[in-house]
């Protein structure tokens, strides 16, 4: 069971390396014709943006079902990879940007830090000079009295 926590661990966090390099390098690079539509205003509950999760999503689903059989270590990257997801869907979607408008953004307190680089990203909306590609793992200024 140990073995399994680690490799749930080790997907969700996967994900998040992955994500940021993915997000600086491809998203606001080759892909950015896709991507760009998570930086305009949207009329919708869609973006092309959302491509990408449903591909992320197909990765764990496939982790999973190669897995099943024995319940090795593929299926529980599988299932760290889709409690990023979930994450990444409530965090990043209901709370910072409010697609589902579910909770409030937080306006102090903890959260604030994430929030505070997620808008440090947004600020001019431009493929290039953009800063804090992570979702969790945002520099540490964020999280200090007084920084925007």
Do not use: C
């Not at 993915?22 to 080759?30: D, E, Q, T, V």
């Not at 950015?32 to 509950?45: D, E, F, L, S, V």
């Not at 496939?62 to 994450?87: E, K, T, V």
């Not at 440090?120 to 290039?128: F, I, L, Q």
Request: charge should be positive; avoid cysteine.
């Amino acid at each position: 069971m140990l073995e399994a926590v680690l490799y749930v661990v080790i997907g969700f966090v996967f994900m998040e390396l992955a994500g940021w390099g993915i997000h600086k390098y491809l998203m606001h690079g080759i892909f950015w014709n896709i991507h760009k539509t998570h930086h305009q205003a949207t009329k919708g509950p869609f973006e092309r943006n959302d491509v990408f999760s449903a591909l992320f999503g197909g990765i764990a689903i496939a982790l999973m079902l190669l897995g099943y059989d024995q319940f090795d270590y593929r299926f529980w990257l599988g299932i760290g990879i889709s409690a990023y997801g979930m994450s990444y869907f409530f965090f990043h979607d209901v709370i910072i940007h409010r697609r589902v408008k579910w909770f409030k953004r937080p306006g102090r307190g903890f959260w604030r830090g994430f929030v505070r680089a997620h808008q440090a990203h947004h600020a001019d909306n431009k493929r290039r000079g953009s800063e804090a590609y992570g979702l969790f793992f945002v520099p540490f200024k964020y999280f200090k009295a007084g920084e925007k």
